[in-house]
Structure formats: structure tokens, C-alpha cells
């Protein structure tokens, strides 16, 4: 079975506070400029012979959440883990997400 596989590879900035029970840094408002990289993946092309325009992509992550209070965006505790699936569950035909929140700190999440 052959698959078309389409990986873009974006930079957003924002700010987050997260909800934690213990002692943390990150409960305080803090910011990061993510790496984030979608991977999207279909059998067949659409009509304009694509999986998904890089563009649509770009405007469902980069345009929905970069230089945002992501508090406000996502709808649930902004974690790393938390924005990969939220991001992977509106990008059409998307299959994984990986962000990198700082130079040691990377995060999957795949359906």
C-alpha cells in the first residue's frame, strides 16, 4: 500500500501558564519558542493532487497560536503534550505531531 506523507515544519512564540499540583516555575507566566513539525499522511491525493496544502497547515497552527496567550487558545493545560494533540486533532489527514519546546525538551504525540 503506498502512502504520500506531507511534513511541515513551523516556529510559533507565546506564552503559557500551566495548572500543576506541586511547585513549579512553569505555574507562572513564562513563554517558548516552539518548534513544532505536523505529519500528515493519505493513500490518495485530493483533486489539486496534495495530502493537504502546506499553507492550510501553517494557517491552522502557526496562524491560531503564534504570539497567543495559548491559556486562551487551547482547551485544556497548555502542556507540550497537550498542544501536539490539539494541533494533530484539527490538521486534516495528520497522524503525528512533535514539538520542541527548548533545546532538550521534545514531545510526541501519534494517533
Known amino acids: 500500500m503506498s502512502k504520500y506523507r506531507v511534513i511541515k515544519r513551523m516556529e510559533i512564540s507565546g506564552a503559557h501558564r500551566l495548572s500543576l499540583p506541586y511547585?513549579?516555575?512553569?505555574?507562572?507566566?513564562?513563554?517558548?519558542?516552539?518548534i513544532i513539525t505536523v505529519f500528515c499522511e493519505s493513500e490518495t491525493l485530493d483533486e489539486n493532487g496534495m495530502v493537504v496544502d502546506f499553507s492550510k497547515?501553517?494557517?491552522l497552527v502557526h496562524g491560531k497560536l503564534d504570539h497567543q496567550f495559548l491559556n486562551d487558545v487551547i482547551d485544556v493545560n497548555p502542556t507540550a503534550e497537550n498542544m501536539a494533540r490539539w494541533i494533530c486533532d484539527r490538521v486534516p489527514h495528520c497522524y503525528k505531531v512533535q514539538i520542541q519546546e527548548s533545546e532538550g525538551n521534545i514531545v510526541e504525540y501519534e494517533k
Not at 511547585?23 to 516552539?34: F, I, P
Open 23 to 34: 511547585e513549579s516555575k512553569c505555574r507562572g507566566l513564562h513563554g517558548h519558542n516552539w
Open 57 to 59: 497547515v501553517k494557517e
